[in-house]
């Protein structure tokens, strides 16, 4: 029986399939959070076959939906003792502004709020197993036009690189908050830049931003690669002193100025709690 039980979202493909493998070969009791279940058993026989890990399991969980989430939280905590990883991979970036089940802008939603409930969720276990969270953030945290106010761009032109840059930006205060708020119960977060990735991530937008991935793909590295800074913040000893840091690859580095606005990160943690009051949490 494995002894490291693992949460990851986005387990499917890329990254993440990567990193669920990786972490099977090396013992874990992996747990897949995924949209599409057929995809998922699909991974999930892969990966048992690879890695002769049988305890590989797959739950439903559509990060655009807070019940989704919820009902996936509630499945691991009547079936988990503990999680000792949670690894929040899942995201998205969109061409157009749409709306989540609950209303909220999609990019925001997938890649901020989904992951601030499913924790929120899950703190007993997380508390119990003494997890580390790894959020996988970018350096498109850099380039920003944060309105903190107006989290589901309803008030301004919506713009698909500056939504993905913003939500990768809250990763980082999402860290910083988990490291702050629960270090002393001994919860650990990092959040990471794995590298640019040459996956079919950000296909569907065209303009300029098509015509930068086109121009930067032979300088991406693979997912296997990619995967290696998850498995290494996962598995790594004597790291817990660093949580609540932004690393690249396998180093910590410092974010940009904005990353550090304190008066910011608590106003998105204020107002994502309120976001997901009514699923009492």
Same mark, same amino acid.
């Given at each position: 029986?494995?002894?490291i039980?693992? /949460? #990851? @979202?986005?387990?499917?493909?890329?990254?993440?399939?990567?990193?669920?493998l990786?972490?099977a070969?090396?013992?874990?009791?992996?747990?897949?959070?995924?949209?599409? +279940? &057929?995809?998922?058993?699909?991974?999930k026989?892969?990966? +048992?076959?690879?890695s002769?890990?049988?305890?590989?399991?797959?739950? $439903?969980?559509?990060?655009?939906d807070? *019940?989704?989430?919820?009902?996936?939280?509630? #499945?691991?905590?009547?079936?988990?003792?503990?999680? %000792?990883?949670?690894?929040?991979?899942g995201?998205?970036?969109?061409?157009?502004?749409e709306e989540?089940?609950n209303? $909220?802008?999609m990019?925001?939603?997938?890649?901020h709020?989904? $992951?601030?409930?499913?924790? *929120?969720?899950?703190?007993?276990?997380?508390?119990?197993? *003494? !997890?580390?969270?790894? %959020?996988?953030?970018? &350096?498109? $945290?850099?380039y920003?036009?944060?309105?903190?106010?107006?989290?589901d761009?309803?008030?301004?032109?919506y713009?698909?690189?500056?939504?993905?840059?913003n939500?990768?930006?809250?990763? +980082?205060?999402?860290?910083?908050?988990?490291? @702050?708020k629960?270090?002393?119960?001994?919860i650990?977060?990092f !959040? =990471?830049?794995?590298g640019?990735?040459?996956?079919?991530?950000?296909? &569907?937008?065209?303009?300029?931003?098509?015509?930068?991935?086109w121009?930067?793909?032979?300088?991406? #590295? @693979?997912?296997? @690669?990619?995967?290696?800074?998850?498995?290494?913040? !996962?598995?790594? *000893?004597?790291i817990?002193?660093?949580s609540?840091q932004?690393?690249?690859?396998?180093h910590? /580095?410092?974010?940009?100025a904005? !990353? =550090?606005?304190?008066?910011?990160?608590?106003?998105?943690?204020?107002?994502?709690?309120?976001?997901?009051?009514?699923? %009492?949490?």
């Amino acid at each position: 029986m494995p002894f490291i039980t693992t /949460v #990851i @979202t986005g387990a499917t493909s890329g990254i993440g399939r990567e990193t669920a493998l990786a972490l099977a070969k090396k013992g874990h009791a992996v747990y897949m959070l995924v949209r599409n +279940i &057929e995809k998922g058993e699909e991974v999930k026989e892969e990966i +048992i076959s690879v890695s002769k890990n049988k305890s590989v399991y797959v739950i $439903h969980c559509d990060l655009a939906d807070l *019940q989704s989430i919820r009902n996936a939280a509630d #499945i691991l905590r009547s079936s988990l003792l503990g999680i %000792n990883v949670l690894i929040n991979n899942g995201g998205g970036i969109f061409a157009k502004r749409e709306e989540s089940v609950n209303g $909220h802008e999609m990019t925001f939603a997938v890649n901020h709020l989904g $992951h601030f409930m499913l924790v *929120q969720c899950l703190l007993p276990l997380l508390e119990r197993g *003494q !997890a580390r969270i790894i %959020n996988v953030s970018s &350096e498109a $945290h850099r380039y920003t036009d944060v309105k903190i106010n107006d989290l589901d761009w309803r008030t301004r032109p919506y713009s698909a690189w500056k939504a993905y840059g913003n939500a990768k930006l809250f990763n +980082i205060y999402f860290t910083r908050s988990l490291a @702050t708020k629960y270090g002393t119960k001994g919860i650990s977060a990092f !959040a =990471v830049h794995p590298g640019l990735v040459n996956t079919s991530f950000g296909s &569907e937008i065209g303009g300029l931003g098509k015509l930068l991935l086109w121009l930067t793909r032979p300088f991406m #590295i @693979t997912a296997e @690669t990619s995967a290696l800074a998850l498995v290494y913040l !996962a598995t790594a *000893q004597r790291i817990d002193s660093k949580s609540g840091q932004y690393f690249k690859g396998r180093h910590p /580095v410092n974010p940009s100025a904005k !990353a =550090v606005d304190e008066k910011c990160r608590q106003k998105l943690w204020d107002l994502s709690l309120d976001m997901i009051k009514s699923f %009492n949490v």
